[in-house]
C-alpha cells in the first residue's frame, strides 16, 4: 500500500508564499505520476504540477511563473513552492501517485489566500 502525506498548508495574505511537502512511502522514481492537483469549492479537481516519469514537469497555465514543483529523493519528498499566491489559489491541495495502474491520493492540505 502506497502511502502518500501532505503538510504544509495555511493561510497566508495575496502575494505571498507558502511550500507543500508530499511524503510518500516509496521511492519517487517509482510512480508514473507524482505531483500536485487542487480542489476548490464547488470546482472540480484539477492538475497543478506534476513530475512524470520523474523527470518531465507539467504545469497549469494559471500557475506557471509562481509555482514550482520539486523533490527530494533522498527523502522520498515531492515539494511545490508557491509564491505570488492570489485568492483564486484557494483550495484543498491533493498529492497524487499513480504506480502502475493504480492512483493513491493524500489525505489533502487546505491551501487558504486572504487579507
Known amino acids: 500500500q502506497v502511502q502518500l502525506v501532505e503538510s504544509g498548508g495555511g493561510l497566508v495574505q495575496p502575494g505571498g508564499s507558502l511550500r507543500l511537502s508530499c511524503a510518500a512511502s516509496?521511492?519517487?522514481?517509482?510512480?508514473?505520476?507524482l505531483g500536485w492537483y487542487r480542489q476548490a469549492p464547488g470546482k472540480e479537481r484539477e492538475l497543478v504540477a506534476v513530475?512524470?516519469?520523474?523527470?518531465?514537469?507539467n504545469y497549469a497555465d494559471s500557475v506557471k511563473g509562481r509555482f514550482t514543483i520539486s523533490r527530494d529523493n533522498a527523502r522520498n519528498t515531492v515539494y511545490l513552492q508557491m509564491n505570488s499566491l492570489k485568492p483564486e489559489d484557494t483550495a484543498v491541495y491533493y498529492c497524487k501517485g499513480v504506480v502502475g495502474t493504480t492512483t493513491y491520493w493524500g489525505q489533502g492540505t487546505q491551501v487558504t489566500v486572504s487579507s
Open positions: 513530475f512524470r516519469s520523474a523527470i518531465i514537469t
Open positions: 516509496r521511492s519517487v522514481f517509482s510512480f508514473n505520476v
